[in-house]
Structures are given as structure tokens and as C-alpha cells.
T-cell receptor
Framework: GESVGLHLPTLSVQEGDNSIINCAYS??????FIWYKQESGKGPQFIID?????DKRQGQRVTVLLNKTVKHLSLQIAATQPGDSAVYFC???????????FGAGTQVVVTP | KAGVTQTPRYLIKTRGQQVTLSCSPI?????VSWYQQTPGQGLQFLFE???????NKGNFPGRFSGRQFSNSRSEMNVSTLELGDSALYLC???FGQGAGGYTFGSGTRLTVV
């Protein structure tokens, strides 16, 4: 994903529903991707990662899908809870370990 | 286990001053990365250190520098502060390549007035 300006896209989802957050990444040579969650006043928190030799990876209530053909990454959250309200970032490693390229982020708002 | 610790949490400085931020990584982690986060630019990579060596550097002016000590603790320094340097500075640590993602600290909120 590219770093863009001021406005974060917002996903509003009802509690209990599934959420899908999308991310378009920039470099076809990227071989490692991570999803992070950032709550207000805190640093980003690791959610799940995936390597480029995989299409799908599942964690607890989360699934990451990777489509290398169209350079697209998605994060699915099952049974979304109020505690899932946060900004979600995708990040890719391009040329060097430790140097992540972050997307702009998506604000997820969970409504009761 | 203790997480990544950044100090101070908040800092207010005047234009032209310099500032040093500190990061203590998770015990055993040897790779430390620094990021700048602003509403306009998002998360931007500053630099990464591994075993006291800077391995990667982002596209920031030379006023931004860092170092890593033998115990893996890291500091970053910004000289001749500008208003645009106001941001959340995040430090993250990892065991190293291929060892999973980075764990972030809560950041240092720097305000330049």
C-alpha cells in the first residue's frame, strides 16, 4: 500500500458481523506481509503475517488472503467485536528486513 | 515478558533544538526499527539497526540519526528541530530476519513549537 494523505477510509461494521479490510500493495517483489492493528494512543499491534509463497493464513478469528496476481491483501475478521475498533494497517517488506512499507490504514468502527 | 519500552512518552521542544529518544527492545531482540507517524504521511520508515549496525535507512534528512548499543537498546536523535518534525515516533523490535513480525512500543509523541 502507498502512504496517502489525510483521510483514512472507514469501515463501519455491526457487532457480530464479519469484517473485510482490503489493501493494495505496491511491489510485486515483496515477499512478506503483516497486518497491524493500532488503537488510539498505542503503537501498532501485530495481528497476522503471511509469506508470498502462501495464499491464505488463518489465526484466531482472523484470516489473511494474498492475491499476488493483482497485488492485493485482505484481512477478514470473524464475528467483529467492539474491541476490534481500531486502525488497521497492512505492511510489506520490499528489499530489506526491518524496512516495512505501510499502507495508509483503514479505520474500523464497530457499532452495537 | 516486558514489551518494547520507549521514553519519554511525551516531549515538547522548540524549533532549532535537538532531541534524543530512547528505545529498549524486547529481551533477546537484536533488530530495532524506527518509524515516524503523522496524520498526513502515515507510518514512514526511518532506519533499522541490527547488532549495532545501521542496515537500512529511509528517506529522511541527515538531521535524523540513530544508534544502537551492545545491549540492543537504541536511540534516535533529531537535530535542528522543525515544526514538521512533530509526530509520533515508534520503535519496533524483532529477533531478526524471518523471525516473525516486529513488536512496536507505544511511541514518543514529539511536539515542536
Amino acid at each position: 500500500g502507498e502512504s496517502v494523505g489525510l483521510h483514512l477510509p472507514t469501515l463501519s461494521v455491526q457487532e457480530g458481523d464479519n469484517s473485510i479490510i482490503n489493501c493494495a500493495y505496491s511491489n510485486s517483489a515483496s515477499d512478506y506481509f503483516i497486518w497491524y492493528k493500532q488503537e488510539s494512543g498505542k503503537g501498532p499491534q501485530f495481528i497476522i503475517d503471511i509469506r508470498s509463497n502462501m495464499d491464505k493464513r488463518q489465526g484466531q478469528r482472523v484470516t489473511v488472503l494474498l492475491n499476488k496476481t493483482v497485488k492485493h491483501l485482505s484481512l477478514q475478521i470473524a464475528a467483529t467485536q467492539p474491541g476490534d475498533s481500531a486502525v488497521y494497517f497492512c505492511a510489506e517488506i520490499t528489499d530489506s528486513w526491518g524496512k516495512f512499507q505501510f499502507g495508509a490504514g483503514t479505520q474500523v468502527v464497530v457499532t452495537p | 515478558k516486558a514489551g518494547v519500552t520507549q521514553t519519554p512518552r511525551y516531549l515538547i521542544k522548540t524549533r532549532g533544538q535537538q532531541v534524543t529518544l530512547s528505545c529498549s527492545p524486547i529481551s533477546g531482540h537484536r533488530s530495532v526499527s524506527w518509524y515516524q507517524q503523522t496524520p498526513g504521511q502515515g507510518l514512514q520508515f526511518l532506519f533499522e539497526y541490527f547488532s549495532e549496525t545501521q542496515r537500512n535507512k529511509g528517506n529522511f534528512p541527515g538531521r535524523f540519526s540513530g544508534r544502537q548499543f551492545s545491549n540492543s537498546r537504541s536511540e534516535m536523535n533529531v537535530s535542528t528541530l522543525e515544526l514538521g518534525d512533530s509526530a509520533l515516533y515508534l520503535c519496533a523490535s524483532s529477533f531478526g530476519q524471518g523471525a516473525g513480525g516486529y513488536t512496536f512500543g507505544s511511541g514518543t509523541r514529539l511536539t515542536v513549537v
